[in-house]
């Protein structure tokens, strides 16, 4: 317990609107709300009967508190945003997920680009979306490719052209880039009929097709008439995908499920009368939040999140504290008026019933995922037989191609699985190629060198390797200044590297624990070093790729780093740069007529 004097402090605290921050005996903020009235709001908690157990827990931990007035309920809406972003309270509802969503993006060029985009529109075109993650518009600009013959090209590549690329080949592009191919007109015409297509406008665009294709005939420009058609026959079969649609221009519609400690909340997104997808969000909650609360306090971290588009028309189940307040905030954000709805209209309803439903699939399919990692932990405690429950993992392993662009990863556990967000790689320098040992001893005191304070321990460390990549752990933890240490565990593969044949090695003693196939402990261990070695090959790709891709170029006197850069951006990577004349290397910005000689004869020989 605190002691924390509330009677003392609420006799000086303003009736006034605003923000309070609860902090506990460490200085950490562990809770953030909003208040019309802070004194009312800050003594409810402090009453002689409080008859919520979590609320309870809440206030015994009470250190101090502070307040910030503000003018306005929508400023204390805005306000307590901020923080909850900024100090991320423990007893605060949290979304996980506050990244912007991806959109398709329409460029104002002479020749519009079609193209991926996520975060601010501040660039010259259309943008149609949101669409619930960049696999959607990926796979929707695929799409998109067998339908219109627009460029989807950055536009480094498309200025650098002299003849068509293997899009135009594949009759997924009009090659606009290359004179006599296709007119302004004709290419014009593609694009709006993509942009009719992206509106939802498909019964329009295809009109216009078969127009298109029937006045073809009539010129007995039969080679057209059969592109038309081709194209209507592709358009119908895309129609025929899209199951869901309506009459509702711009809507989201939020499913709610909450079971146990978990809630899951299913956005939907419509979009000129198409229903662009969907996706689930599972919050942090905290043990003190109620229904109500889970909801509403995601609601307006979702849209108050930054780069989120707010829709004329919101739908949900749920009641919010202060609609009319809180209507009235998104409507100001937005720029347009925004309305909440109930589903009490056939078309809403279904949508509406059609989110709870996914809400409530998701929300079973993560409960029963958490179930199996818990029982997973479970069962490692009693094989690791420690004194106290496994609370957060952490893995090594080292990956390079024989013994170039050596990386390594350390991924991070915790008893509801992968936490990603404090995963690390590092790229390992100054050792003997393919000396795992030494890459080893680097990234583990690259890691836990420096603890800074607050930086959290693992309570288990696991070392892909046998007894000589486990030994670099024990060698470095020897000496290391902190109180409390990890248990070290190398995982061997066993002789013939089969899943289910692994091996444990405890540190010191160098005791061999052999687990079950059907172990669950053993799972979960294969569970984090598969991860860990996945996440330290993408590492070494993404370094071996962009070595192929710049050390061409590093040997050319007077090339520096931005020369390069702008190098390959100019003329859309090594292979458009390769052949590329002197002339045109010469136009790029730095490049003398001099040094585009040297740059070529140094590509060419």
């Known amino acids: 317990m605190t002691d924390f004097d509330s009677g003392e402090y609420l006799k000086h605290l303003t009736n006034q609107p605003g923000v309070y921050r609860m902090y506990n005996d460490q200085d950490e903020v562990i809770y953030v709300g909003k208040a019309k009235n802070l004194k009312k709001r800050v003594a409810s908690y402090f009453r002689m009967q409080v008859d919520n157990a979590k609320t309870r827990s809440l206030v ?31 007893y605060n509802v949290l979304m996980r997920d506050d990244k912007s969503y991806p959109f398709i993006f329409l460029s104002d060029h002479e020749h519009p680009r079609l193209s991926f985009h996520r975060g601010p529109q501040k660039r010259k075109g259309e ?38 690329c293997l899009q135009y080949q594949m009759n997924r592009c009009s090659a606009p880039c290359v004179e006599g191919y296709v007119s302004d007109e004709e290419y014009a015409d593609q694009v709006n009929l993509a942009r009719m297509f992206l509106k939802g406008k498909n019964q329009q665009v295809i009109g216009t097709l078969v127009d298109k294709m029937e006045q073809a005939s009539v010129d007995l420009n039969f ?64 043990s003190t939040a109620d229904e109500d609360e889970i909801f509403e306090s995601f609601f307006l971290q979702f849209y108050l999140a930054g780069n989120k588009i707010i829709p004329k028309q919101i739908v949900m189940a749920q009641s919010l504290s202060d609609e ?15 309305s909440f709805f109930k589903g009490a209209r056939e078309e809403k309803r279904r949508y509406l019933k059609l989110a709870e439903a996914n809400a409530t699939t998701a929300l079973e399919a993560q409960y029963g995922q958490q179930k199996s990692v818990f029982a997973r932990f ?31 990863s350390c991924v991070v556990f915790n008893r509801e699985g992968p936490l990603k967000s404090d995963y690390r790689r590092y790229n390992i320098e100054g050792i003997t190629p393919g000396d795992d040992y030494a890459a080893m001893a680097q990234a583990l005191k690259r890691r836990y060198k420096s603890v800074k304070e607050g930086q959290k321990i693992p309570d288990v460390l696991f070392i892909d390797g046998g007894k000589g990549q486990l030994a670099q752990a024990e060698t470095f933890f020897e000496d290391w200044p902190q109180d409390v240490k990890p248990l070290l565990v190398g995982v061997a593969k066993g002789t013939s590297r089969k899943p289910g044949l692994e091996k444990l090695i405890l540190a010191g003693s160098h005791e061999i624990l052999s687990l079950e196939s059907h172990s669950p402990a053993l799972h979960l261990i294969q569970h984090i070093r598969d991860e860990s070695h996945r ?37 859309g990577g090594l292979q458009g740069l390769k052949r590329a004349s002197k002339d045109e290397i010469a136009s790029v910005p730095g490049i003398s007529n001099d040094l585009a000689e040297t740059i070529y004869d140094h590509l060419h020989h």
């Open 60 to 90: 015994s931990q009470i250190a101090d508190i502070n307040v910030t007035v503000v003018n306005s309920e929508t400023e204390a809406f805005l306000l307590e945003n901020n923080f909850i972003k900024k100090y991320r309270p423990r």
């Open 127 to 164: 943008y149609f979306g949101p669409y619930p993650s960049a696999w959607a518009v990926r796979e929707s600009l695929r799409s998109m490719q067998k339908l219109f013959p627009v460029r989807q090209c950055e536009d480094s590549y498309y200025r650098a052209r002299s003849r068509p």
């Open 223 to 286: 080679e057209a008439a059969a592109r038309y058609r081709d194209q209507i026959n592709a358009l119908r079969k895309v129609q025929e995908r899209q199951w869901v649609s309506g009459t509702q221009d711009e809507m989201d519609v939020f499913g709610f499920a909450v079971k146990g400690n978990m809630a899951c909340i299913q956005v939907m997104f419509i979009r000129d009368s198409q229903l662009l997808g969907s996706k689930a969000f599972f919050p942090k909650v905290p």
């Open 324 to 338: 009319a307040a809180i209507a009235d905030l998104l409507t100001s954000e937005a720029g347009h008026k925004v």
């Open 378 to 408: 479970v069962d490692l405690d009693e094989v690791l037989e420690r004194d106290q429950p496994v609370q957060r993992m952490e893995c090594f392993d080292i990956s390079h191609t024989s013994g170039q662009q050596t990386v390594a």
């Open 535 to 571: 996440f330290a090959i993408a590492g070494h790709r993404n370094r071996r790729q962009k070595v192929k891709t710049t050390s061409t170029l590093e040997g050319i006197p007077g090339v520096g780093a931005k020369r390069r850069q702008s190098l390959l951006k100019f003329m």
